[in-house]
Nanobody, 122 residues
Framework: QVQLVESGGGLVQTGGSLRLSCAAS?????MCWFRRPPGKEREFVAA???????TYAAALKGRFTISRDNAKNTLYLQMNSLKREDTAVYFC???????????????????WGQGTQVTVSS
């Protein structure tokens, strides 16, 4: 079973940037980022296929960029112009074997990381 480990979270001021990474222990198909703001439900952030087709949550497109390095089995999320409402635990997830999925549905992904905290303060 592939395992995912996120890193790169932390405390940043409003308007700042962070780059999250998610290292996979093996090959994966589609990968994505979800986040869970404090007191709220988990929400979709962005997804990327193995061929670099991307999907973003409409409200985040333009500030967040998802990318991956298949040679390194690593997923990234570049977050710019951060706002207080971006404060959340960020999770990466992956589809371990190729299949058709609904990219925004968390149930599509069978492997999840433990999450990394991102806190944006003014």
């Amino acid at each position: 079973q592939v395992q995912l480990v996120e890193s790169g979270g932390g405390l940043v001021q409003t308007g700042g940037s962070l780059r999250l990474s998610c290292a996979a222990s093996g090959r994966t198909d589609a990968m994505c980022w979800f986040r869970r703001p404090p007191g709220k439900e988990r929400e979709f952030v962005a997804a990327i296929s193995r061929n670099d087709d991307t999907t973003y949550a409409a409200a985040l497109k333009g500030r967040f960029t998802i990318s991956r390095d298949n040679a390194k089995n690593t997923l990234y999320l570049q977050m710019n112009s951060l706002k207080r409402e971006d404060t959340a635990v960020y999770f990466c997830a992956a589809v371990s074997t190729p299949r058709a999925i609904v990219v925004v549905a968390p149930t599509s992904y069978d492997v999840w990381g433990q999450g990394t905290q991102v806190t944006v303060s003014s």
